[in-house]
């Protein structure tokens, strides 16, 4: 899970999946809350190298500005399939409804992402919720210009600063 701002501060959530990140921006971040519905805009998906990436995006770049990695982690697939067996992470994503458990530095517990259309019917998009199990809480999301990265414990605006740009 990387903090990147560039056109709009975002979130992006990333999976390894069949030697790729499947990638979504999350716009208001991930949330410990079950309670809270987060909206997940699926992106193309990107080489394993960028899960590393920390930095800045030069101006006039795609995806121009700071990035931090906020967390990191591995996942388990948690995805049954209507009889209830286990079925593949892939399939699952293909299908709309993927449930897998978190194992990060920040982020705990089971999650799940579902598919949904946007309301102009066309683009595709997710929503990503916390499981309601033990690493549950109300602590919801964090503050995205507070946060820290998990390797650098760089914020946001020290990223920026450290490379001579403008936070």
């Known amino acids: ?17 069949d030697g790729v990140l499947k990638s979504w921006a999350v716009p208001k971040g ?3 809350d079950p309670h809270d519905k987060r909206l997940a805009m699926p992106t193309e998906d990107h080489p394993l190298e960028y ?19 906020w967390d990191e982690g591995t996942y388990r697939n948690l995805s049954a399939g209507r009889d209830g067996t286990r079925i593949p992470f892939e399939e699952a994503l293909a299908a709309g409804h993927a449930s897998f458990w978190l194992d990060g530095r920040k982020l705990h517990g089971g999650y799940a992402l579902t598919r949904f259309r946007n309301a102009d019917g066309e683009r595709e998009a997710w929503l990503l ?3 309601a199990d033990e690493r549950a809480s109300a602590k919801g ?24 740009g403008q936070p």
């Not at 992006?12 to 999946?17: H, I, K, S």
């Open 1 to 17: 899970m990387q903090i990147h701002d560039a056109t709009a501060l975002h979130f992006d959530f990333r999976l390894e999946v």
């Open 30 to 32: 991930p949330s410990s």
């Open 129 to 131: 919720v916390k499981h």
């Open 141 to 164: 999301t964090p503050d995205p210009w507070r946060a820290r990265s998990t390797r650098s414990r760089r914020t946001l605006r020290q990223m920026a600063e450290a490379a001579g």
């Open 51 to 69: 899960r590393e990436f920390e930095g800045v995006i030069a101006e006039g770049e795609y995806g121009a500005g700071s990035v931090i990695i």
